[in-house]
């Protein structure tokens, strides 16, 4: 299956780690990405292959991947970061995107 | 500065054709591939298809295979989506996005379109 998937959703203090995992056959042998989307808007790259941070995108923001599975961290999670997050992999010519994780900053 | 600018949103009925358009500036257009991604209000994401507007080679994800139609005119930077006979279930948002590629086995979108709603009754 080249499915990815991911926790539904992931609550966490202001100032808190946040850390979101993405499972699937693809991240077995290709890199992942993750965007975020807030509402309304359309999604931001803030990784890429599996740990690279775009120019603009806070340090907070964090990724790692073992096996078949990626894992992006938030580290002193701020409201602004409230949003949907979204794990991608390219396998063979096709895209595939995780099932998003909405994280709520309490 | 590299900047995806899509057309306006549709109202359509069942049955009817429809061409919405990704327009690119600020880089040499015919040199990056350009995907669509499908999400339905509330959904995730979901990859359509990719093309790359230098010689209009068009992919397409299985589940979208024969459902729509992706092409490019690289005369004018513009991607299209095009669908021949839109359906109640096409009401979505839809995203263009410019595939960059680091490394041989990562592909990803750094810039997005700022989406197309698409509402079919």
């Known amino acids: 299956s080249n499915d990815l998937t991911q926790p539904p959703s992931v609550s966490v203090s202001p100032g808190q780690t946040a850390s979101i995992a993405c499972s699937g056959d693809p991240l077995g042998n290709e890199y992942a990405s993750w965007y975020q989307q807030k509402p309304g808007q359309s999604p931001v790259l803030v990784i890429y292959q599996d740990n690279q941070r775009p120019s603009g995108i806070p340090e907070r923001f964090s990724g790692s991947s073992s096996g078949n599975t990626a894992t992006l961290t938030i580290n002193g999670t701020q409201a602004v970061d409230e949003a949907d997050y979204y794990c991608?992999?390219?396998?063979?010519?096709?895209?595939?995107f995780g099932t998003g994780t909405k994280v709520t900053v309490l | 500065e590299v900047q995806l600018v899509q057309s306006g949103a549709e109202v359509k009925k069942s049955g009817e054709s429809l061409k919405i358009s990704c327009q690119g500036s600020g880089y040499r257009f015919s040199t990056y591939w350009i995907g669509w991604v499908r999400q339905v209000p509330g959904k995730g994401l979901e990859w359509m298809g990719i093309?790359?507007?230098?010689?209009?080679?068009?992919r397409y994800s299985p589940s979208f295979q024969g459902q729509v139609t992706i092409s490019a005119d690289k005369s004018i930077n513009t991607a299209y989506l095009q669908w021949s006979s839109l359906k109640a279930s096409d009401t979505a948002m839809y995203y263009c996005?410019?595939?960059?590629?680091?490394?041989?086995?990562?592909?990803?979108?750094?810039?997005w379109g700022q989406g197309t709603l698409v509402t079919v009754s």
């Open positions: 991608q992999a390219w396998d063979s010519w096709t895209y595939v």
């Open positions: 996005a410019r595939q960059e590629s680091t490394a041989a086995r990562s592909r990803y979108f750094a810039f």
């Open positions: 093309i790359f507007p230098g010689d209009s080679d068009a």
